[in-house]
């Protein structure tokens, strides 16, 4: 793709990934169930979701690996099914489960990779084989796990990906391997404008780099906002009674508007609140049963994370 082309798609798009009521079944058992989704252009973008949840599905969809069974995926405004070529052409994958040759070096791997990339940037790969201090003329089969992510995350550096969609990219990385490949990496290809769609486990990372999240759980999402939203909007309110309140009191807070749920430990209650949390804690400080102490507790994406998950199993 030429630079011209570059630029008419990265002022057209403001999307970079699309995901409308997405279904995707192995034998008839959905693993994604109705997803809808939007990636916007030059996020980001942190994927999570427990095991099994559909996240990798999800990717391999999006890179039409795996045909929807409903509904419908755009990848930097091509459709997925139909316009897989023009996908791949764009994207940068890089799974957990990398694709190298044991036999080959790392000149070997990149005179391989330019051969079939349209846009191949060797001075990219070159420096971050130089960051991570990788031998170049050994073959990669005598490569540590971790070496070997680094390799394969240079090597889809050098594609010069509009979309660069990692699927935990950090696993299996020591933590200075860890903090190099996010950092360094997020930090280039952001600079550029580029779009970033990783997966990971490791709530603390996807926290110092993400500036959006998606949380799925069985195939569904469960949220999708901006990150410094989201840690705005929901907060923890903590109420310790001078007294145990009675349980009317109980079910009315649990009622009132900006409260997502409550749970109670004698004269301490724990409210999960959305919106104006200021404002929620004045109302129930007006309430006529005496508070010893309130507070306002701020969560990081990993307390946010374990509140998603236990709601969800609540049935909320
Ligand atoms: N090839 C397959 N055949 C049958 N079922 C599959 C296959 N791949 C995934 N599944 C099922 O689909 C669901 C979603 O799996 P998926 O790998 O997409 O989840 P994930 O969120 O990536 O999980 P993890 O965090 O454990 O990697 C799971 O219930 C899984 O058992």
């Known amino acids: 793709m030429g630079a011209m082309n570059q630029l008419e798609t990265k002022s057209t798009i403001s999307a970079a990934i699309e995901l409308q009521n997405l279904e995707v079944k192995y034998g008839g058992r959905p693993a994604v169930n109705g997803l809808s989704l939007t990636v916007p252009a030059g996020a980001i973008f942190g994927f999570l979701g427990p095991n099994g949840a559909g996240k990798t599905t999800t990717i391999k969809t999006m890179l039409g690996l795996r ?29 957990e489960v990398n694709s190298l040759y044991d036999s ?31 031998p170049t003329n050994r073959k990669v089969g005598k490569f540590s796990r971790g070496m ?4 394969a995350l240079s090597l889809v550096l050098g594609s010069n990906p509009d979309l660069l ?7 299996g990385l020591d933590p200075v391997a860890r903090h ?56 923890v309110l903590k109420l310790t009674y001078v007294e145990l309140p009675p349980a009317a009191e109980v079910t009315t807070l649990r ?52 509140t998603y998950m236990k709601e969800e199993s609540n049935g909320r």
């Open 255 to 306: 009622g009132l508007p900006g409260v997502m749920s409550l749970e109670q430990e004698g004269r301490s209650v724990r409210l999960l609140t959305h919106g104006n949390v200021e404002s929620l804690s004045q109302t129930i400080q007006a309430r006529p049963h005496a508070l010893r102490d309130v507070d306002i507790v701020d969560l990081d994406l990993e307390d946010l994370f374990l």
């Open 148 to 151: 070997k992510s680094q390799l």
């Open 165 to 171: 969609i990692l699927d935990e990219p950090t696993a």
């Open 67 to 95: 045909k929807p069974d409903g509904g419908s995926v755009r990848v930097l405004g091509y459709d997925a099914v139909s316009q897989s070529l023009e996908v791949r052409g764009r994207v940068g994958y890089m799974s």
């Open 104 to 134: 080959l070096t790392i000149p070997q791997h990149c005179a391989f990779c330019r051969s079939v990339s349209k846009q191949w940037n060797q001075g990219m790969v070159d420096r971050y084989v130089s960051l991570f201090g990788l």
């Open 180 to 235: 190099q490949v996010l950092n360094q990496l997020v930090a280039e290809i952001a600079a550029q404008g580029k779009t970033i769609f990783f997966s990971s486990h490791i709530l603390s990372e996807v926290e110092a780099v993400a500036d959006w999240v998606g949380i799925i759980r069985d195939g569904k999402l469960i949220v999708c906002d901006e990150l410094d939203h989201l840690k705005q909007t929901q907060k």
